[in-house]
């Protein structure tokens, strides 16, 4: 049996200016079509997220199936640096009771009990009153405290509900003992300002709210996964539920890689650092796309192929003078080698040139302006231009002419 009052010490309030990732990618992430993995890709997948630091792993589901069992227990025992490995279970016993056998063994434990809370989800989902949402939360909490470290309650359908019946839930499950509180948007309908006024209210009515930690968990529905996870941050929630390339149901979830690299780039403006190791998340998002088969958009912010790629000839141009112009991260701080100059017909002078000195050619001005002009008839007929290319129009052996060329 784990300490039940072993998870006070490791709560913490605004003040700190710490946003714990809690990493969804094997549950929530993996119930998007298409997605699944088997045990031994989930644990792959968990050790990557181990060594990127994330401070939460929910590794599973627990009562769902016998292998979403046994990939957590495995996880769970398997795991041993500094990140909880957590179990997600409804407000039932046998829910709560499998979760707590499936972490039996990890270093640190998470229970993540969660209950419907909209007036919506209790008459059409439960088809239960208020009084007894409220009864089978504090039930839930009491029962999972005894069998893990540390207990999350979430708030299914939280930002449809209403707010003063949430901070009665919030409040009474602090009382039983939940150390960490998540009011998600979990059909991703919110807006950023109604998100942040929904969390600075909580964290103004729930009682104990200074004693636990505020967690928001938004989905992508309208596209403001991460913009909502963002504005929750700046209202005092100090844990993101997200995913690794922001996979999940429907659109999907807030993506890890873009939640962490803003509160990075923009910490003047959060005040709010997480332990990420930002260099992995390039190679953790190329992993999940080895393990799934499910590619990630080429514009996809961070870790999309062309985030770090540059085309247009003032966009080039600028780059070659000072990378800042047009970059806000270095590409290495996310795992990526270097910046990509793509040449093709929208590319400039300066950027042929430069390519062309690296690969050993100094043309003058006279050659350079024979060879750009057959570059740019070249790339009206092909999306990329190759090295090989650039050393064939350099030796003169691709289209002597425009004309011949253009034939």
């Known amino acids: 049996m784990k300490n039940p009052n072993r998870q006070a010490s490791d709560t913490h309030n605004v003040s700190t200016g710490h946003v714990r990732i809690f990493d969804t990618t094997l549950r ?37 199936s016998p292998d979403d069992f046994a990939a957590t227990a495995r996880i769970a025992e398997t ?22 056998r499936a972490l039996e063994k990890a270093r640190r ?33 009491e029962r999972a405290r005894g069998l893990c470290d540390e207990v999350e309650f979430s708030a299914e359908d939280a930002m449809r509900t209403e707010p003063e019946y949430l901070a009665e839930v919030f409040s009474a499950v602090v009382a039983a003992g939940a150390g960490t509180l998540n009011a998600p948007d979990t059909v991703g309908y919110a807006i950023p300002s109604e ?18 930690v505020f967690s928001c968990h938004c989905h992508d529905d309208l596209g403001m996964g991460v913009a909502n ?6 209202a005092g929630a100090r844990q993101v539920e997200c995913t690794v390339n922001g996979i999940g149901e429907r659109a999907g979830n807030a993506a890890l890689e873009e939640v962490v690299m803003g509160l990075k780039v923009r910490a003047n403006y959060f005040g709010a650092t997480t332990r990420v190791d930002t ?8 992993l999940l796309v080895e393990l799934t088969g499910q590619p990630v958009q080429a514009n996809k912010a961070i870790v999309g192929r062309n985030a770090f790629a540059h085309e247009s000839g003032i966009h080039q141009h600028g780059m070659l003078r000072h990378p800042s112009t047009y970059e806000i991260m270095r590409p290495q701080d996310v795992g990526v080698d270097a910046t990509r100059l793509v040449l093709g017909k929208h590319s400039g002078r300066a950027a042929l040139r430069k390519r062309l000195e ?20 070249l790339a009206d007929q092909r999306h990329e231009i190759h090295d090989r290319d650039l050393e064939m129009l350099a030796r003169g052996r691709v289209g002597r002419t425009l004309r011949e060329v253009a034939a």
Not at 229 to 234: P, R
Not at 359 to 367: I, N, Y
């Open 229 to 234: 996870s963002l504005a929750a941050v700046s």
């Open 358 to 377: 690296a690969l050993g050619h100094a043309p003058d001005e006279v050659a350079l302006d024979d060879i750009f002009a057959r570059f740019k008839v």
């Open 279 to 286: 260099r992995k998340l390039n190679p953790a998002s190329r």
């Open 109 to 141: 434990s998470r229970i993540h009990v969660f209950i419907s809370t909209s007036p919506l989800h209790r008459e059409h989902k439960l088809g239960m009153s208020s009084a007894q949402v409220l009864d089978a939360a504090v039930a839930a909490v």
């Open 79 to 100: 795991l041993r640096e500094g990140t909880t490995v957590c179990a997600l279970a409804r407000c039932r016993d046998g829910d709560i009771d499998r979760a707590g």
């Open 195 to 212: 998100v942040a006024g929904r969390f600075a209210w909580l964290r103004a009515h729930v009682k104990g709210a200074e004693r636990v």
């Open 28 to 64: 929530d992430g993996e119930q998007a079509p298409g997605f699944a993995l088997d045990p031994k890709a989930k644990l792959r997948m968990a050790q990557m997220l181990e060594a990127l630091g994330v401070d939460v792993l929910e590794a599973g589901f627990p009562q769902a």
